[in-house]
């Protein structure tokens, strides 16, 4: 289990594409975001909880709130569901829908119990993983039962 990949928001850190493309199965991620965006050099992120993070994510004020409150996550914030995740639960992305059901699975579960499951969900039968947008595997090319579109 990787702590580091449990998002304090709620996300799972192990389907992001930042962290998926720094993994050397998935090469055809970092194309796609050097594509993408000129500027990314290498990807940099090893999770919300790693002293490597993407530029988004080290400026995330949700994370910087858990911090200075000394909670694991906002599920064990007695102000959650704030403002804050509110705003970032429905600012388009499709992967930030399910924050607050993942927050309370978090809080039932337990973060080990939790982040076994995320990685499960998150890896295809032949045992490559995948990021929160790929419908089927690069390597076998078995549809994926869970993605975002």
């Not at 090469?27 to 975001?33: F, I, P, S, Y």
């Not at 994370?63 to 600012?91: V, W, Y």
């Not at 993942?102 to 032949?126: D, I, T």
Request: a negative charge; aromatic letters at 8%.
């Amino acid at each position: 289990m990787n702590y580091k990949l449990l998002g304090v928001c709620g996300l799972y850190c192990g389907a992001c594409n930042h962290y998926q493309a720094s993994l050397t199965q998935n090469a055809h991620l970092l194309q796609e975001l050097l594509q993408k965006d000129k500027t990314v050099e290498e990807p940099t992120c090893q999770g919300c909880r790693s002293d490597r993070l993407y530029s988004h994510c080290s400026e995330c004020k949700i994370r910087e709130c858990t911090e200075d409150k000394g909670i694991d996550h906002c599920g064990d914030c007695t102000d959650a569901p704030c403002e804050m995740l509110r705003n970032f639960q429905s600012d388009g992305r499709a992967h930030h829908l399910d924050v607050m059901h993942n927050l309370a699975e978090l809080k039932e579960q337990g973060c080990e119990e939790w982040l076994k499951k995320q990685e499960l969900k998150w890896k295809c039968q032949c045992g490559a993983s995948h990021s929160w947008y790929e419908a089927e595997c690069h390597l076998c090319g078995s549809p994926f039962d869970f993605y975002y579109k």
